[in-house]
């Protein structure tokens, strides 16, 4: 009841003509919020280790309001052990955590690190629910602690076009035939980290005889470098990739090489949501820019720089989103499985991993 009064609520006042006093005060608390992060003058923000973004989320929001950014890219998985050491030693250096999945909710959210960051969001173009996907801003768990930016088609399966056509791969199932055998490269299941997303939804979706065919049977070779897994794939060492990483094979696609994403038919497609959840650190440095740069970040103009330098789709309605190809797009009347749901990646995902893993005697 008390969502459905908070939604009424928020509704109401969106609907509110903009000389209302309410509307007027919702604008004067954000005025207010930017008055307070001018006067902080920095803030310090952890995101991905990616020269596009890192340029993209430190100028846009400099340029903006004149707040400095001091941008940290080491990447989830070292953030949570950084931080660990950190708040140790009493120390508390970071503001806002950009990343993907893993490292926010299941190191950053259960050691108590994180504010709720949906209070925190007030600017009104950042809230408007009709520029968000179904009308609503997305959140990562159900405490709303995370906030959710992106979402779109993960491709799990490429090809060099010059030793195999797409067509004859249609379904994950064709990868069993036996021409394949030891011809196909497959992402490492032995390594840790979101990664392992994919082996679980091959246990739960096509069973523990899929996986034993595919892994032992068909004897593929285990790659854990997903620039070398792309050029083995782009040079024609290997004919099929699974598992891999599409933007560093994409490198290689605008170079002239004979590179192609699959997307197979015999099972959900799968949704993920890259470097899009954002968090909000609680003890901050710099509190008032942090709730500032969140607001930025998850605007218009602030998704705008972020999505394309990200190569992501944002789930925001209201950008063109041409950066993206037509394969990562959802598409009407496929069922989809959201590799980034909580439940999937707090209880389905390891449960299915563990007997993935004893299949495979890993």
């Known amino acids: ?22 509307a007027a005060d919702s604008n ?22 990616n020269d596009a973004v890192r340029v993209a989320l430190t100028e ?25 050491a950190e708040r140790a030693a009493g120390k508390y250096l970071l503001d806002v955590f950009v ?21 925190a969001l007030i600017e009104p173009d950042t809230i408007n629910p009709k520029d968000w996907k179904d009308g609503h801003l997305w959140f990562a768990d159900p405490q709303h602690m995370i906030l959710r930016v992106f979402q779109y ?52 979706h096509f069973g523990p005889e899929f996986v034993r065919k595919l892994y032992i049977d068909q004897q593929p070779v285990f790659s854990g470098d ?25 490198e290689f696609r ?9 997307l197979p038919t015999d099972g959900p497609g799968i949704l993920t949501g890259a470097f899009g959840l954002i968090s909000l650190m609680n003890h901050p440095p710099h509190p008032n820019a942090a709730k500032l740069y969140v607001n930025w970040l998850a605007s218009r103009d602030g998704q705008s720089l972020f999505a394309k330098a990200m190569l992501a789709g944002s789930l925001r309605t209201d950008l063109k989103q041409d950066w993206m190809p037509s394969f990562e797009m959802t ?9 980034y749901d909580y439940k999937f990646i707090t209880v389905d995902r390891d449960a299915a991993l563990a007997k993935f893993k004893a299949l495979l005697g890993l």
Do not use: C, H
């Open 153 to 204: 088609v993960a491709v799990e399966l490429m090809v060099n076009t010059k030793l195999v056509r797409p067509k004859e791969i249609p379904t994950w199932r064709s990868l069993l035939d036996p021409k394949w055998k030891g011809k196909l490269l497959i992402k490492d299941p032995r390594l840790p980290g979101s990664g392992q997303s994919l082996n679980s939804y091959f246990y739960i």
């Open 254 to 262: 605008k170079l002239g090489y004979p590179v192609a994403p699959v």
């Open 99 to 119: 990343s993907g999945s893993d490292t926010p909710i299941m190191t950053f959210l259960p050691s108590g690190w994180l504010d709720r960051i949906e209070p």
């Open 226 to 250: 997903a620039r070398q897994g792309a050029q083995w794939i782009a040079q024609g060492n290997y004919p099929i990739w699974i598992g891999g990483e599409w933007g560093a094979l994409d």
């Open 331 to 339: 598409q009407p009347g496929r069922s989809y499985y959201d590799a």
């Open 60 to 84: 846009g929001f400099q340029q903006k309001y004149g707040i400095s950014v001091s941008y940290i890219s080491s990447g989830s998985g070292p953030s949570g052990a950084r931080v660990r």
């Open 28 to 49: 004067d608390a954000f005025a207010a919020l930017v008055a307070a992060a001018k006067a902080e003058g920095s803030v310090v923000v952890d995101g991905p280790p």
């Open 1 to 22: 009841m008390r969502l459905v009064a908070a939604v009424l609520a928020l509704v109401l006042l969106l609907a509110l003509p903009a000389g209302s006093p309410r």
